[in-house]
């Protein structure tokens, strides 16, 4: 890193008048391209007096927060220009896009992204026309932004998004806006903590300014509204080191602005630089600056707007001036207001900005807009992946079925050796429980990051790991995307019940890479990578709460070119699956698998023929003359782990007992190739789907989520009458694993007995064997409370191989 | 509320001897029953030494936190018995269920709720078998638990929830205990300002204590590792009055404890008294107390088992002694621990616990597990509604379709009338958008809650009002949540694709009053009304991430005992079937619709007739002969406003220009009555089905959400593969509301042509028609950016009554 001066950092907090004079051209400058992107779809110089024709007729964006972003933009380039810092700009006012567009475009980083908005007046007309119009671009800092890494429409995530930004990235800061609207949402306020996982040494720096102007859309804040005493506190509370700044007054703020930021930028140099040379000592977690920052909420536009104040209140949040299409004094207001900005001293006759605006702007990649850490791809590199199969179970298919293990633990020495690998690239995210899902031998590679004291009892956590846990699914999952939208790679590993939680953020990652992967100029990034495990079905423990598929449900309706989802039925799938998601980019990749022991079905060479497919015929757990060509009675299908093994426990309990019913077995581990091709990119062929289903005969589709996800999925195909799935019914409490399966009728009874009733045939012995299998349930509904130790479980059940496929 | 003399609030912090005795021998007999239902199966009173086969199966539960929740339990309990206090007592970490329910099981509630779970050696047997086993009770403070109103298996709602609870609660504390598990969740991290938000003259007070025992799952937390004195300041900085008691002496916590609950009461009783004698003082926000109480993980627990560390250590959080059945020595040292809580003292010989244990219970209602408010029902009473007709739009049917109305301001009416005739029992919840949802008439009648200073262009703000905005959706539905759950009545609203932000908590709410439901002595509560609006389709303006219509596709995989989802097409069908749901209980209740004009459809009697149908054909819409016979050509259907308005244009394209084409339009309010009966319970019937969408004829549907969700519903209907669903595809931008509806192929012109391309014969002059339409679609494309003013928009559109039916 830089070390910079104390001379430099003198200049920086007192700036000179020309220095100021420049800054302030810029704002004015970036001010005025504002105002414009919002109201005008012609004459953008200003050159002859406005006329309505020069209104765009729908008028959108937000002002109110936009020249304060403005300020903190202006002031953050000079620093850079002073001292060569690598400077990220996150807008958590993610509303105020076309401030940060305008400057984008000050600083040429849109012309060179968008060629046809040129330096002139023609590209200021185009800037102008296409914000937020059909076909231009949206009214949020957003993908289309240079330099964003995200998205403000919902709101929270802005701090979480700068700290994931600077792990392992030590010369970066991340400049961090947040809004007093955002402040007061639950997933901004359980950021703040991060600090206690950021380590001077090796990681970045965010540098957040609380932008307060006092209002949101139509009322006040409450930290805009209380006692600043107060406010100070709960981040003083948090740990940092409070830098405020506040009014209106010109040049005055200027130079206050300029001082508080030289203030903070000399605080983490110094944090920085004593971690550097002198080490990080655990426990003393360094007290980071930050900078509250009050200034009136559309601050320099109009004060009064028909006798009614509007500057430094809520009315001035999205267009202050409504009327100026139709009323003459509202279009001159806004003519006075653009003036007010002296346009003739800002853009050259061909409407270039002049050189005294753009003398704040750093070059090159220095530029926040430009550096690569905002267009992630840039700083990517590729995983370095173990080879998978030599931590894969290998074992001889006569014993498939016939022992159990944690698939989980695999996929943690899978991930302890990426650890190794890439010890500066990728991090694990998880909500405190590593070892819970079975993921733990990743802390053979890594403690667990903490920069707060530590005693002897703590194992495995120190200042110096790099896996993530913290009790907030927004946060691990916020962290890791802004890992990845930085360049790096990750994994979030969440209980799947409460991969809810955070599934919103989910949803606004994928839209984030839908629009993205469109964007040339935007690099491709790593995927975004989910696992979700303690599952539904066995939080049998924890109860209904805990119960809950939901996110399979969400995510398959997201765009098919950017979600994948995958559902390995046992150890070598896991890891098969996990070396292939972690090759991909601009996806989001969803694992559902369960922590507990689980048969193991495949060996690794069936496993990567199986997963790479995505779904297959298991001629092993069947009974069919595969030969033949003739149809089974019935195809019972599986996707996700548990259900897997009751689906193969039912064949069995057929192929036993009445073995001149034919059943085939069809297990699905990538859920979307059970779409059609137009609908997913993996959908398997009209030709595979026949081939795997059959075109006529009953499908007995059992499944991990709720049933809906495969009546979608299927939708479509060629007589979808005959698909008869189960799944999650939403029945559950604290219970026995085999109890969960019989509520949601998932159990291998249940199947066997809705086997018989979907054949086409009449099967001779059917009605017996629906005897015994109603026999069976009835005798596990005896044994509950009072037969607590005799309850019948299914954990003594294994796989018999059938002779004629063994 | 009662006043409590400064005597009595000196006997609390001061107890007797006598009375910590009292206090101890609760505390201890809370402990025991606690212990013996993580382990016990029998011989719950030692009276002979424990054996491997006394011992559970399977170990479940969590010890480490529960002994700080019931020394909390013991010293309210007292606290109610000197004052009479209203209070309940919600238990954020939930997981130390068997704490509460020993608690409850003290007070007798449990065995009044449970009878079977009788007051002798029988009944503590059954009560230790029950816990965590199959067909008993799981393992959090939850649904089952007496007094509860918080299911602690998802952290972070439990300070939402108190706050909701003592809303218009004037003598009711919520003691809401917060681990520092929970506390690192963002949910919780927001909520500490709602002190912003409650008024101590007519509502109720929180009384927060931060329980750190330092430890989670298997690592320190960042509270319990942080100096004290930040940790304080954080609070102080969100408005409390901290008050701290740190310590594992006895008797020495409990004098110390008594004394700050003491204190802590006594600030909350002048606060109050102040505010309802003087009055309250906008902006003057009183400074709460609260209390953090620092008390070792696993208290009175195991010491060290095999040499290592467990209390006070994060080992301690589930079950300390993991051997017991295998392990003689942790046999032993088991008994030795139950031992150590002598009780001989707490049970007489029947196994009823003693009068000494019994001394500190409150009687009846005064019991925390036994408050009504913990119960929600009993403080249930029936909303007053106004005749929603009386705010109807009444217009000539001649006149539908023909004029444009904000529907959702109609809906504000009613809110507005709803709060006049309930001025205590009703609240809307919004994240800042009861305007911008175009419901601001409520502020009529309310204005919005803020206990921080206001100034002379704030509106409608003040702590008198009872509008509850703030913007946060976890706050602000977690809110709503408590209050429903004790009996009052509300609504929250949310921008439809922010509904995803909270979507986690609405599925836990609906999983709460599923279990609750099938409880018997859980009275019925007032059901959580949402309405989603700014949708999707008219986020144009917004872009992208506020275009997410996900709640619909998660809430219909709920229970259907408790779910409905309502589309309401225009103004007369939202207030149909707002006063309809206002009505019922127990339900969750979804309303998707936007606030922008829309075309109105149906007269009051009209909308009646169809929303509590659910559905129906719209006649005048189409142009078949009903009375033939014949099916007609197409089958449009449709549900969710804006693709309404576009299925009945695509029908009058038809009828218009391809009169020889026979189109039927069926509109859907009620989205599950498509389920077949047996799926949900307002499921229409075969006949009904077969009626709406005839038996043979392709159906063209229109959806508001994700096509999947239509998939999923009618699944099973007879000969599904002629359902053709149309809806949102995850494409969108900041545009115009028309382009939203073509880039999702949801708009007139590609309805129509699909309409002809699935008619089962060939109509004359199709090709032609679909050529028309295909050129609208080219002439759109074209008129982006560069002729923005001439966009073709649909706004001049109205609808042309068909002759025959007019």
Redesign the interface.
């Known amino acids: 890193m830089p070390t910079v001066s104390q001379d430099i950092i003198d200049s920086i907090r007192n700036p000179s008048e020309q220095e100021v004079a420049h800054v302030d051209a810029w704002w004015r400058a970036n001010n005025y391209l504002t105002v414009g992107q919002i109201y005008l779809?012609s004459n953008p110089l200003l050159r002859r007096p406005l006329e309505p024709d020069d209104i765009?007729?729908?008028l959108?964006g937000h002002w109110g927060t936009s020249p304060g972003l403005s300020l903190i933009y202006a002031h953050a380039s000079r620093l850079i220009q002073k001292t060569g810092q690598e400077m990220i700009y996150i807008t958590g006012p993610g509303h105020g896009g076309p401030a940060i567009v305008a400057a984008t475009y000050l600083e040429d980083t849109y012309t060179e992204c968008f060629p046809d908005i040129t330096q002139d007046e023609e590209g200021l007309r185009r800037l102008f026309?296409?914000f937020?119009?059909?076909?231009?671009?949206?009214?949020?800092a957003?993908v289309t932004t240079p330099g964003s890494i995200n998205?403000g429409?919902?709101?929270?995530y802005a701090l979480v998004h700068g700290f994931g930004a600077v792990f392992d990235n030590p010369n970066l800061i991340a400049l961090t806006v947040v809004g007093d609207?955002?402040a007061?949402?639950?997933?901004?306020?359980?950021?703040w903590?991060s600090i206690?996982f950021l380590n001077p040494a090796r990681d970045g720096a965010v540098l957040p300014v609380l932008h307060l102007n006092g209002a949101?859309?139509?009322?006040?804040?409450?930290q805009g509204?209380?006692d600043p005493d107060?406010?100070?506190?709960?981040?003083?509370?948090?740990?940092y080191d409070v830098i405020e700044v506040e009014g209106s007054d010109l040049p005055g703020m200027h130079y206050r602005f300029a001082d508080a930021l030289g203030e903070a930028y000399s605080k983490i140099q110094s944090i920085q630089h004593t971690a550097r040379t002198e080490g990080v000592i655990q426990?003393r977690r360094p007290r980071w600056p930050m900078i509250i920052l009050r200034s009136p909420k559309g601050w320099t536009g109009p004060t009064t707007v028909d006798g009614v104040?509007i500057e430094?209140?809520?009315?001035s949040h999205q267009v202050p001036l409504s009327g100026v299409r139709d009323n003459p004094d509202h279009l001159r207001q806004l003519e006075e207001w653009m003036r007010s900005y002296r346009p003739e001293e800002l853009f050259d006759d061909a409407g270039r900005p002049t050189d005294a605006v753009r003398a704040i702007n750093p070059s090159g990649e220095w530029r926040m807009s430009a550096h690569p850490a905002g267009n992630g791809g840039g700083q990517y590199s590729p995983l370095e992946l173990p080879d998978w199969r030599s931590l894969a179970i290998d074992f001889d298919p006569a014993e498939r079925g016939r022992f159990r293990d944690e698939s989980t633990a695999y996929l943690g020495r899978l991930l302890e050796q990426i650890y190794r690998l890439n010890p500066t690239t990728f991090r694990l995210f998880c909500p405190?429980?590593?070892?819970?899902n079975r993921l733990g031998a990743v802390f053979n590679a890594s403690d667990?990051t903490?920069m707060?004291?530590?005693?002897e009892?703590?194992?495995k956590?120190s200042a110096d790991g790099r896996v993530m846990?913290?009790?907030?699914e927004?946060?691990t999952h916020g962290w890791l995307e802004g890992y990845c939208l930085t360049g790096r790679h990750g994994m979030f590993a969440s209980y799947e019940?409460?991969g809810?939680?955070s599934?919103?953020q989910t949803?606004?990652h994928t839209?984030w890479l839908?629009?993205a992967i469109d964007i040339d100029w935007r690099e491709s990034v790593p995927s975004l990578n989910i696992l979700l495990s303690s599952t539904a079905w066995r939080n049998d423990?924890?109860?209904?709460?805990?119960q809950?598929p939901?996110v399979l449900?969400?995510i398959?309706?997201?765009?098919g070119r950017i979600v994948r989802t995958y559902l390995p039925p046992d150890a070598n799938c896991l890891l098969e699956v996990s070396d292939y998601i972690f090759r991909t980019k601009d996806r989001v990749n969803v694992i559902v698998q369960d922590k507990q022991p689980q048969f193991q079905w495949l060996t690794p060479d069936e496993a990567h023929a199986h997963c790479r497919k995505g779904f297959g015929i298991w001629d092993w757990a069947g009974n069919e003359d595969l030969g033949s060509g003739a149809d089974p009675d019935i195809v019972i299908a599986c996707a996700g782990d548990v259900v897997t093994m009751e689906a193969v426990a039912a064949a069995q309990i057929i192929r036993q007992r009445l073995p001149h019913m034919k059943v085939r077995v069809v297990n699905v581990v990538r859920l979307q190739t059970l779409s059609r091709p137009k609908d997913h990119p993996t959908g398997m062929s009209d030709q595979d789907f026949a081939e795997a289903f059959t075109d006529t005969t009953d499908v007995l589709f059992c499944f991990h989520g709720?049933?809906?996800?495969i009546?979608?999925?299927v939708?479509?195909r060629?007589?979808?009458?005959r698909?008869h799935?189960r799944g999650f019914?939403?029945e559950g409490?604290?219970?026995?694993p085999f109890?969960m399966v019989v509520r949601n009728k998932t159990d291998r009874y249940s199947l066997v007995i809705d086997a018989i009733n979907n054949t086409r045939r009449t099967i001779r012995g059917g009605a017996d064997l629906k005897r015994w299998c109603e026999t069976q349930l009835e005798r596990h509904e005896e044994?509950?409370?009072?037969h607590?130790?005799d309850?019948p479980e299914i954990l003594d059940w294994a796989f018999e191989p059938n002779p004629a496929y063994s």
């Open positions: 779809k765009k007729p729908r959108l026309r296409q937020s119009a059909p076909g231009g671009i949206p009214s949020h957003s998205e429409g919902e709101l929270g609207g955002e007061e949402t639950a997933p901004l306020e359980g950021s903590k206690s949101k859309i139509a009322s006040p804040t409450v509204r209380k107060e406010v100070r506190r709960i981040y003083e509370g948090h740990g426990g104040q430094g209140t809520w009315r405190d429980e590593t070892n819970s667990r903490f707060e004291s530590t005693t009892e703590d194992v956590l846990e913290v009790l907030s927004h946060l019940a409460f809810m939680v599934v919103s949803v606004q839209k839908k629009e423990h924890n109860g209904f709460s805990h809950g939901g449900s969400t398959v309706n997201m765009q709720y049933a809906g996800v009546h979608q999925l939708h479509g060629p007589d979808v009458d698909f799935v019914q939403e409490t604290t219970t026995t109890d044994y509950k409370v009072e607590l130790e309850m």
